[in-house]
């Protein structure tokens, strides 16, 4: 686990980002916002601010939306699918030969330990680009037959949806920005993109990448700024054709109620409560460090992290031994230190959130085998933690702490299969599940019996940009990634001729 960093790049970022406010993207010129505003981003691991940044309002979001407009009508609608994906591969190619410097930017502003933002954020980033370049040439229609008397050719086309209004979390900000902008360039549309105030450093430094990928001026577009101005103004914009969003449940309602002025498509891809079944059967080789990484990777603050663990009563003192004893062993702490696997929460709000929710499972009634607290006074660290026995009303059990605490759980022989999907079904959310058990149909039974938008079964590790992603019930609406979320940014429209 060794990445070491090179010491003499890092001083070159903080002195770059300390030199003067980052500016706003919009028809490939860099300016500040209309008001003059600016927010402060900063190291949650130190609390220090590391940029201040510009922060855009509705005439801002006016702007970069009509540049989008004009992208999408006219430099964008002449370039060939080929031409795209040779632009999308070129920008993969750029974030590569950048990614030392991408890597430490998204550590210092996102917390995220320097051993993972490498892969995690630059090696995600280049993999959704490259996986999206593919589609600019494979996205197309069908010939139909039709009853109707007479002879008819039928067709369908599938068009750009058009100006796409995207708006991102902190959790992964360059993969995810990646992840919304290249399927929309595929397709052929054109994008204004919000970062997340917490973590706006990495997307500014894409919009550079960009532009010397030779991508048109005004076909992406990067607006810094807070959800409530410039995100709502982007979810509200009359002249956005669609919004895709990953973020929190409560500002996905916000989205569909904004968007609903013109009838946006919307994309979400919201919140989860992701369960994890152990049984009595597994390789708990595999399990244990499964389960504890699922919940404990980048502290918990992943939408599909594995958040409810529920292990068969025989094999559940090793498994939830093994889980303690990862949480212990996780050397948690500076996210510049190759060591450190964990790192903080990305604010004090999170910090605050997380401890609240551990505070409130006891007051539940759980008990709590491992961790329960904060590390240190500076920095926002939080002890990885396990909650035992906690009630199916529970609110550590129902709702989506985005930190890393566990709610583990036994369960029994009497449990059947359709009892274990109960278990798996039991929150609002339906994003995501992984199962352990040596016992094929069992792994396939309780696939099909959850209402969940991806089931892992024997394994672990990340989303692939070849699958799709999202959630049943309140974890969103529509899919990312995988030919779902290519086609996601094309409409579909049917053409007839009589002959
Ligand atoms: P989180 O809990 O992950 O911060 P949010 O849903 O608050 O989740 O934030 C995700 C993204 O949504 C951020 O880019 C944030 O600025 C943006 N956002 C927050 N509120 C709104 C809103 N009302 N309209 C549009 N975007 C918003």
Not at 472 to 490: L, P, Q
């Amino acid at each position: 686990m060794n990445a070491p960093y090179d010491a003499g790049l890092l001083e070159r970022i903080r002195k770059d980002l300390s030199s003067e406010p980052k500016k706003l993207f919009i028809d490939g010129e860099w300016a500040g916002a209309k008001s003059g505003e600016t927010f402060e981003t900063k190291d949650p691991a130190t609390g220090d601010v590391l940029a201040e940044v510009a922060s855009a309002g509705a005439e801002d979001v006016d702007l970069a939306v009509r540049a989008a407009r004009k992208a999408f009508e006219g430099v964008w609608r002449q370039t060939k699918p080929d031409e795209r994906t040779r632009l999308l591969l070129k920008l993969a190619d750029l974030v590569e030969q950048n990614g030392a410097e991408l890597a430490l930017m998204e550590t210092l502003d996102v917390g995220r330990p320097i051993a993972f933002s490498r892969f995690a954020d630059v090696g995600g980033a280049i993999g959704q680009a490259r996986y999206h370049a593919g589609w600019a040439t494979k996205l197309y229609g069908e010939t139909t037959e039709v009853s109707a008397p007479g002879e008819w050719l039928s067709y369908t086309l599938r068009e750009p949806v058009g100006v796409c209004g995207q708006i991102v979390p902190w959790n992964f900000p360059l993969a995810m920005a990646m992840g919304k902008i290249a399927p929309a360039l595929a397709a052929g549309c054109t994008v204004v993109l919000k970062p997340a105030e917490q973590t706006p450093l990495t997307t500014i430094r894409l919009a550079e990448l960009i532009a010397e990928a030779g991508i048109p001026d005004g076909v992406v577009n990067i607006l810094t700024g807070f959800g409530r101005t410039a995100g709502a103004a982007l979810a509200a914009h009359p002249d956005i054709d669609k919004v895709a969003f990953t973020g929190s449940t409560q500002t996905g309602r916000a989205i569909i109620d904004a968007a609903k002025v013109n009838f946006k498509r919307v994309q979400l891809e919201l919140g989860g409560k992701s369960p994890t079944f152990v049984f009595d059967d597994a390789n708990l080789e595999k399990a244990i460090p499964a389960a504890a990484m699922s919940i404990f990777f980048n502290a918990g603050q992943v939408c599909a992290a594995g958040s409810r663990l529920f292990v068969h009563e025989k094999v559940a003192d090793k498994v939830l031994e093994g889980v303690a004893g990862m949480a212990k062993m996780l050397k948690v702490g500076g996210t510049l230190d190759p060591e450190t696997q964990i790192g903080p929460l990305v604010s004090p709000e999170q910090l605050e959130r997380v401890t609240g929710y551990i505070d409130l499972g006891k007051q539940e009634g759980a008990s709590v085998l491992v961790g329960g607290n904060r590390i240190g006074e500076s920095g926002n660290f939080v002890e990885p933690t396990v909650l035992l026995e906690t009630g199916p009303e529970a609110r550590v059990r129902q709702e989506e702490i985005f930190g890393p605490v566990l709610c583990a759980m036994r369960f029994s022989d009497d449990d059947d299969i359709d009892r274990l999907a109960q278990f798996g079904n039991e929150t609002e959310y339906g994003l995501s599940a992984s199962i352990f058990t040596s016992d094929i149909s069992r792994a396939h039974k309780l696939a099909r019996r959850l209402r969940s938008g991806s089931v892992r079964v024997n394994g672990s590790g990340g989303v692939d940009p070849a699958l799709p992603l999202g959630g049943f019930k309140s974890s969103g609406w529509g899919r990312e990634n995988g030919k779902a979320g290519a086609e996601a940014y094309t409409e579909l429209k049917a053409v007839t001729v009589e002959l």
